[in-house]
């Protein structure tokens, strides 16, 4: 499975990305944010694709100009997310390489992704949520236009052994649709 957007190719992660990935993942500013810690091999980055990133709906984030990965994206289900345990609905995921900050490239991605899963995994409500002080994934979900749902105090991060202040937002095909009329 392959998405194009107008600067972007979503397409499955393959192995021979790991040097690619280890060398935005290995950024003390990219995981830790988002929940996890920065790779430490290009290995560990192999295991990463083979393992965390085989799932159906992840996808390497590529420029069409060289079809590099400089981040991903994904859409979770099943026991891939903690948000929902509902059939017809998904956890957005996403992270991008520091060096493609401000571009607007993951809201692109994201738009496109959010299309599939509602108009072809057949999706009710996508759920998206960031960890207090991750202001980008926050604008992020703020230009898609997700709406607030709850924020939760307590949230356990277990890759980076602690606990967060978590926020949720939501957005339903309903007012997907109506925002990309």
């Given at each position: 499975?392959?998405?194009?957007?107008?600067?972007?190719?979503?397409?499955?992660?393959?192995?021979?990305?790991?040097?690619?990935l280890?060398?935005?993942?290995?950024?003390?500013?990219?995981?830790?944010?988002?929940?996890?810690?920065?790779?430490?091999?290009?290995?560990?980055?192999?295991?990463?694709?083979?393992?965390?990133?085989?799932?159906d709906?992840?996808?390497?984030?590529?420029?069409?100009?060289?079809?590099?990965?400089?981040?991903?994206?994904?859409?979770?289900?099943?026991?891939?997310?903690?948000?929902?345990?509902?059939?017809?609905?998904?956890?957005?995921?996403y992270?991008?390489?520091?060096?493609?900050?401000?571009?607007?490239?993951?809201?692109?991605?994201?738009?496109?992704?959010?299309?599939?899963a509602?108009?072809?995994?057949?999706?009710?409500?996508v759920?998206?949520?960031?960890?207090d002080?991750?202001?980008?994934?926050?604008?992020?979900?703020?230009k898609?236009?997700?709406?607030?749902?709850?924020?939760?105090d307590?949230?356990?991060?277990?890759?980076?052994?602690?606990?967060?202040?978590?926020?949720?937002?939501?957005?339903?095909?309903?007012?997907?649709?109506?925002?990309?009329?």
């Open positions: 499975m392959k998405i194009e957007t107008e600067r972007l190719i979503l397409r499955k992660w393959e192995e021979s990305d790991a040097e690619s280890y060398k935005y993942a290995k950024d003390e500013a990219i995981g830790p944010i988002a929940g996890w810690p920065p790779h430490k091999s290009v290995e560990e980055s192999l295991e990463i694709i083979r393992t965390v990133f085989s799932s709906e992840c996808y390497a984030v590529c420029l069409k100009e060289d079809n590099i990965a400089i981040g991903s994206i994904s859409l979770m289900t099943g026991d891939a997310t903690d948000m929902t345990d509902r059939d017809d609905e998904c956890e957005l995921g992270w991008i390489g520091k060096d493609f900050w401000g571009r607007g490239l993951i809201p692109e991605a994201a738009k496109a992704l959010l299309e599939r509602f108009s072809d995994l057949k999706m009710t409500t759920w998206c949520g960031y960890y002080g991750n202001e980008k994934s926050k604008r992020v979900q703020e898609l236009g997700f709406v607030y749902h709850h924020s939760c307590d949230v356990n991060v277990p890759l980076m052994n602690e606990v967060r202040k978590g926020h949720t937002n939501i957005m339903t095909k309903e007012h997907f649709e109506e925002l990309n009329k």
